[in-house]
């Protein structure tokens, strides 16, 4: 199991690390993800105390996300507008994608 919860890479890092992310995950291996998503920029204006990269190129799209994991069984994806209460820089309505998805067996 890989979990990556609100990992936020350069543009030129971010492909490499999911990368081996998927190489590093055994078959039938399960990834959980949850990060802010690109409309986190949008959200960010309005509510500056959510937090996130203010870099729209560190942020996630769900077909970007569909595309790296490709092959992959999505048992849950959500991309969503919710509420956050994690410290003092992740408050209030926050732009995220969560999903859980298992790595073929072949």
């Known amino acids: 199991m890989i979990a990556l919860i ?6 030129e890092k971010k492909e490499n690390y999911l990368k081996k992310f998927k190489k590093l995950l055994k078959r039938g ?3 959980i993800f949850e990060a802010f998503s690109k409309e986190q920029i949008d959200i960010q204006k309005e509510n500056p105390k959510s ?11 769900k077909e970007e ?19 956050l209460s994690e410290g003092k820089y992740h408050q209030g ?10 790595k073929p067996l072949n």
């Not at 937090?51 to 799209?61: R, W, Y």
């Not at 732009?95 to 998805?101: D, S």
Request: aromatic content about 18%; overall charge negative; hydrophobic content about 45%.
């Open 6 to 11: 609100f990992v936020h890479f350069s543009e």
């Open 29 to 31: 291996g399960v990834i």
């Open 51 to 61: 937090g996130g990269p203010k870099n729209a190129e560190m942020l996630f799209s």
């Open 65 to 83: 996300l569909q595309t790296y994991f490709s092959g992959y069984e999505f048992e849950e994806f959500e991309d969503l507008i919710t509420e």
């Open 93 to 102: 309505k926050a732009a995220v994608i969560r999903f859980v998805a298992r």
